[in-house]
């Protein structure tokens, strides 16, 4: 499975839109792009996914470059209770039976007032 | 609501007892996870199932037992074979164990003196 690099730490303005980049240069074309997030002492909690088009939730919007070789996290008006760690994780689907998510060290994003 | 349950929240022990960590679901989910979390580290997956009466060794499986006799409960045993137990425990499910929008729990963090 595709590697991923995220920078380990940023800060957002409340208000302002957050941007979360995650590396993953050498991602395969079976491999999905999914973004998690972890407020402090919680469980993480699903945010979004993609293959190679852009996608838009409720919560955020991914945006995946053409290349496929990295991709942003957007929160358009970030909160306080936005402050978490993000963690970009990519994998295939349908992998057989090794089908783990890959868990690295996330982005802590901290939102300021 | 449904959701993923985890009890207690906070759980002591004295080194050298077994403990067991309650994981309840009521999303029909078929498959359910474990992990562990230490501090500043990404989630290391200790054991997952994929259906009732199955399940499998993840990444850090010693020290750990698991059961799986209802769909809906995956109990996580902390045995004294464990050398460092003191973590913070997650729980998760998926609707089959291909999907990796998993749902977490809010965690059991506990603590061996």
């Known amino acids: 499975d595709a590697k991923t690099t995220q920078p380990p730490s940023m800060d957002c303005a409340e208000g302002r839109a957050a941007n979360l980049p995650c590396n993953h240069s050498?991602?395969?074309?079976?491999?999905?792009v999914y973004w998690y997030r972890q407020i402090h002492s919680q469980g993480p909690q699903y945010i979004i996914h993609?293959?190679?088009?852009?996608e838009t939730n409720e919560m955020a919007s991914l945006i995946i470059t053409e290349d496929r070789k990295s991709s942003t996290l957007i929160l358009p008006h970030a909160t306080l209770r936005d402050t978490a760690v993000y963690y970009c994780?990519?994998?295939?689907?349908?992998?057989?039976?090794?089908?783990?998510?890959?868990w690295g060290l996330g982005t802590s994003l901290a939102v300021n007032p | 609501d449904g959701g993923i349950t985890q009890s207690p929240k906070y759980l002591f022990r004295k080194e050298g007892q077994n403990v067991t960590l309650s994981c309840e679901q009521n999303?029909?989910?078929?498959?359910m996870y474990w992990y562990r979390q230490d501090p500043g580290q990404g989630l290391r997956l200790i054991y997952y199932?994929?259906?009732?009466?199955?399940?499998q060794k993840g990444d850090i499986a010693e020290g750990y037992s698991v059961s799986r006799e209802k769909k809906e409960s995956f109990p996580l045993t902390v045995t004294s074979a464990q050398k460092n137990p003191t973590a913070f425990y997650l729980c998760?499910?998926?609707?089959?164990?291909?999907?990796?929008?998993?749902?977490f729990g809010p965690g059991t963090r506990l603590t061996v003196t």
């Open positions: 998760a499910s998926s609707i089959r164990q291909s999907e990796y929008e998993q749902y």
């Open positions: 999303l029909n989910h078929d498959a």
């Open positions: 199932s994929q259906i009732v009466n199955d399940f």
């Open positions: 050498t991602i395969s074309g079976n491999e999905y």
């Open positions: 993609g293959l190679k088009n852009n």
């Open positions: 994780i990519v994998r295939r689907i349908n992998a057989g039976n090794n089908r783990k998510l890959i």
